[in-house]
């Protein structure tokens, strides 16, 4: 049974930062894509990042360009997000997912795990 449990969240301060991780079991994920999403309460579910199985090509949204990284350890079956210089709006649950067949399309999802950035 694939599991994809997230880490990380938590309060933290508008200009801070949290590093979220997703470590993923049930089995190995060495050659799928990995991304982020975020859902804010009232709005959609809606892409953050995402990185493809080698780690040498990812995408970001315009809204996270520059303050946000992911990368992926692949020993580990895990991937993670960076999040710096963090914003009010930014506020949201973090879900992390696995793309079977690319950066397009994702077959697993996580359960997600809170942000929150006061003001």
């Known amino acids: 049974q694939v599991q994809l449990v997230e880490s990380g969240g938590g309060l933290v301060q508008a200009g801070g930062s949290l590093r979220l991780s997703c470590a993923a079991s049930?089995?190995?994920?060495?050659?799928?894509?990995m991304g982020w999403f975020r859902q804010a309460p009232g709005k959609e579910r809606e892409f953050v990042a995402a990185?493809?199985?080698?780690?040498?090509?990812?995408r970001s949204a315009e809204s996270v360009k520059g303050r946000f990284t992911i990368s992926r350890d692949n020993a580990k079956n895990a991937v993670y997000l960076q999040l710096n210089n963090l914003r009010p709006e930014d506020t949201a649950v973090y879900y992390c997912?696995?793309?079977?067949?690319?950066?397009?399309?994702?077959?697993?999802w996580g359960q997600g795990t809170q942000v929150t950035v006061s003001s």
């Open positions: 049930g089995r190995t994920f060495s050659s799928a894509a």
């Open positions: 997912a696995v793309g079977l067949h690319g950066l397009a399309r994702y077959d697993y």
């Open positions: 990185i493809d199985w080698s780690g040498s090509n990812t």
